[in-house]
């Protein structure tokens, strides 16, 4: 007898947590047909930071647009659509708003299931685009503006959490050391840049331990040592640095990122290793993941830097396997701005 045919579960899946305003089709899972991205990085910039009531309003400007643009971009039709996905948390909250609302509304009006998806595990499954092979169990590092977890992710939406930053996340140091230095938003990115004309062993940054768990992050610290260096500098009238010091806080931050994911791994005996979130999109924290990795027979994985960032494609893959678990959402799914991981 023939194998019966799979059928393709199409999903369009839209993103609006914090300052990008995203939507996506994606084919079983791990196939991105389209992944459109509006950013308001332009508009954040005037003011240093993401304004969370400019972001909600500049979402709804731009959402139904992107959608057209997303299904458009596919060659399909909302009614090919098997499921509608949604991040439903963590972030801004009159930002998720937009598209919870958007999404629930497409949703009953074409009769489709609705997927909410947790933003992290949105991060975590950007990895399956375009790892086909990637299965869990694996270890996941999530760094990005608002989160520092490492997850320990056993199966498909099973997620156990070893550490979290117990401070400032580490994109959110990154910023800050930016806007700092004069580099400006989004530092994550301008940080790098300028640290690949610095020595990153010319100022030697605190690495903060957490005494309780030794999986936990703090980059406070090192966030207020590269501060208080940059005020001495002034004090004693002597020329910032900056490229040194980007060099030397961008090593601080990831020795302690590797530091740590390394020791999980041999604890728990991890064969295989992800970085996701923006600052996965980082060049030395890869390289060094890589070597780190590759030194102890643990095959490394990390998502393409538009998959690093904000994007619906990862949300769409999220959803797949949340669809094929049977998870749907009601009418009454809400936006809620501090979800937790593993929480339904
Ligand atoms: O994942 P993401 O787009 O949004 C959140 O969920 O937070 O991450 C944005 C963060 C920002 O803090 C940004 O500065 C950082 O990721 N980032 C980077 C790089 N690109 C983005 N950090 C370091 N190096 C980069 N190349
Ligand atoms: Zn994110």
Redesign the pocket.
């Known amino acids: 007898m023939a194998a019966m045919e799979q059928k393709d579960v199409a999903i369009l899946a839209i993103e609006s947590?914090?300052d990008?305003t995203a939507a996506a089709v994606v084919r079983n899972g791990r196939e991105v047909l389209s992944n459109i991205i509006s950013s308001q990085i332009d508009l954040h910039t005037l003011y240093g930071g993401v304004v969370p009531e400019l972001a909600s309003r500049k979402h709804i400007e731009r959402i139904n647009q992107v959608i057209s643009g997303a299904l458009e971009e596919a060659g399909m039709a909302l009614q090919d659509m098997d499921a509608i996905a949604v991040t439903y948390g963590p972030g801004l909250v009159g930002a998720l708003l937009v598209g919870v609302a958007e999404a629930k509304a497409i949703a009953y009006a074409a009769r489709k299931p609705l997927v909410g998806v947790h933003?992290i595990e949105g991060?975590i499954s950007a990895n399956y685009i375009e790892n086909k092979e990637l299965e869990p169990p694996f270890l996941c590092l999530v760094v990005?503006?608002?989160?520092t977890h490492l997850v320990k992710v056993s199966g498909y939406g099973c997620y156990g959490i070893l550490g979290r930053t117990r401070d400032d996340?580490a994109?959110?140091a990154?910023?800050k050391v930016a806007r700092a230095i004069g580099l400006g938003y989004?530092?994550?990115?301008k940080?790098?840049q300028k640290a690949r004309e610095g020595d990153p062993n010319a100022i030697t940054f605190p690495k903060a331990k957490v005494a309780d768990n030794p999986y936990d992050f703090s980059f406070s610290g090192v966030k207020s040592a590269v501060l208080n260096y940059i005020n001495g500098c002034r004090m004693k009238q002597i020329d910032i640095a900056e490229a040194d010091i980007a060099a030397s806080f961008q090593k601080a931050v990831v020795d302690v990122l590797v530091e740590h994911a390394m020791m999980a791994i041999e604890e728990h005996k991890m064969k295989k290793f992800a970085i996701a979130?923006?600052?996965a999109?980082?060049?030395a924290?890869r390289c060094a993941m890589e070597k780190a990795c590759r030194e102890r027979g643990v095959e490394f994985y990390h998502p393409s830097?538009v998959y690093?960032?904000?994007n619906a494609a990862m949300i769409g893959t999220a959803a797949y396997y949340e669809y094929l678990a049977g998870k749907a959402d009601g009418w009454d799914l809400n936006a809620v701005p501090n979800l937790k991981l593993g929480e339904r």
């Open positions: 947590s914090c990008e933003h991060h990005s503006g608002g989160h996340a994109g959110e990154f910023d989004p530092g994550g990115p940080i790098e979130g923006g600052v999109a980082n060049a924290l830097p690093c960032t904000d």
